[in-house]
Each structure stands twice: as structure tokens, then as C-alpha cells.
């Protein structure tokens, strides 16, 4: 164990997640595929942190529906689509 004083780092956050987010609010009520996993446990796991707005590029929560589904190759797919207000341009 060691102690080492420096500055805090800054917090990061996933860019990944929030150009998902913009591209599926620019398309309301479209679902699009928008990950894959190795199990459905980690699919449904990602889906249900979406709709609960987790994940804070899904914000605010209930805003984005989220499911996941088995494929026949034995991954899981994560779908998701905006189902919040529609942003005015």
C-alpha cells in the first residue's frame, strides 16, 4: 500500500453513449439495434439501466425504452428507441 497526493482526475464520461442517445432521439419512436453482448443476463442488465436513466446519456429516466434479445448465434442484442418529448429543430 502506498500514498500518493496529486489532483483529482477529471471525470470521464462515455462519448459512445451519448452520440447512441442524440442519434435515437433524433429518430422518436424508431427502434434501433444499439449493442451486443455475450449473454442475456449482461443484455438485459444494459436495457434495464437505460430505461431507469442509469446510464446518464439516457436521461432523464423512463424517457428511452430498452429491451434485449436473444439472437440464434447465442449473443444478445440490445434494442433501444426515444420515447420521450420530440425536441423541436
Known amino acids: 500500500m502506498h500514498v500518493r497526493f496529486d489532483t483529482l482526475p477529471a ?8 452520440d ?3 442519434a435515437l432521439r433524433e429518430r422518436p419512436g424508431a427502434w434501433a439495434h444499439i449493442d451486443t453482448h ?3 443476463n ?3 442488465n444494459q436495457s434495464h439501466r437505460i430505461r431507469a ?4 446519456a439516457f ?3 423512463g424517457t428511452f425504452e430498452a429491451k434485449a434479445h436473444s439472437t440464434r448465434e447465442g449473443t444478445a442484442e440490445v434494442w433501444a428507441r426515444y420515447t420521450g418529448p420530440v425536441e423541436e429543430a
Open 42 to 44: 449482461r443484455a438485459s
Open 11 to 18: 471525470p470521464h464520461r462515455s462519448q459512445e453513449s451519448y
Open 59 to 61: 436521461r432523464p429516466a
Open 38 to 40: 455475450d449473454t442475456l
Open 20 to 22: 447512441t442517445a442524440q
Open 53 to 56: 436513466g442509469k446510464i446518464a
